[in-house]
């Protein structure tokens, strides 16, 4: 019979995954609002998929948020 006890480590990643999250969302906003781009739509729209895409969404402005895209 299995047991009901959940396993610590997982309880442990997901616990150091919440924690890269936060700090990755707070990192980002701080960058986001002291970002010089060109228009308040590139802020507005870093801002939404920084919110709502989570982990995905910060690590991706913090690597490429500070390039402003030429078309």
Do not use: Q
Request: net charge positive; charged share 15%.
């Amino acid at each position: 019979m299995k047991s009901l006890t959940p396993d610590p480590t997982f309880a442990y990643f997901m616990l150091f995954l919440t924690f890269v999250s936060i700090i990755a969302l707070i990192v980002a906003l701080i960058k986001l609002i002291r970002a010089n781009h060109k228009d308040t739509s590139t802020k507005l729209v870093w801002a939404l998929i920084i919110l709502f895409v989570w982990l995905v969404g910060p690590l991706l402005y913090i690597t490429m948020g500070g390039r402003e895209v030429n078309g």
